[in-house]
């Protein structure tokens, strides 16, 4: 099998399980997209880019809709979250804000929106305020 983890193909959604979408990969390889990789609404039948997450020893694929590696997911969801913060300056969120809620706003995980709220915090982008996250001009 050519695909390699990390690689970006063209995924057809399939039809839903009870552990996600069953997807086609390039038009050629079967593989499953869990729930918990999905943050944005998808349909049966629609086209989408994804990324390989796994290639198992048994030779199934697992996939995902955001790109892999630390790095990548990191800047990508800094991204996110920057974008919402400049169009109003600030966000009413906070690292005790229910995974509902940021995944609502954002479509992302608390996890995903914890990596890279501290990404900015870091950079000093941002300031971490009580009840929400303000962006610094």
Do not use: C, W
Request: hydrophobic residues 35%; charged residues 35%.
């Amino acid at each position: 099998m050519e695909l390699q983890e990390g690689d970006q193909v063209d995924l057809v959604i399939g039809h839903q399980t009870n552990l996600g979408y069953t997807v086609l990969i390039n038009e050629e390889f079967e593989a499953l997209l869990y729930n918990s990789d999905i943050f944005k609404d998808i349909e049966e039948g629609s086209r989408t880019i994804g990324y390989v997450k796994k290639v198992r020893e048994d030779g199934k694929i697992d996939v995902s809709l955001r790109p892999q590696g630390f790095r990548n997911v990191i800047d990508e969801d800094a991204n996110t979250v920057l974008r919402k913060l400049e169009e109003k300056g600030f966000l009413m969120l906070t690292d005790k804000s229910s995974p509902e809620s940021i995944k609502f706003r954002l479509q992302m995980s608390k996890k995903a929106f914890k990596r890279a709220i501290g990404n900015l915090y870091k950079e000093k982008i941002i300031e971490l305020q009580e009840d929400r996250i303000v962006l610094i001009k």
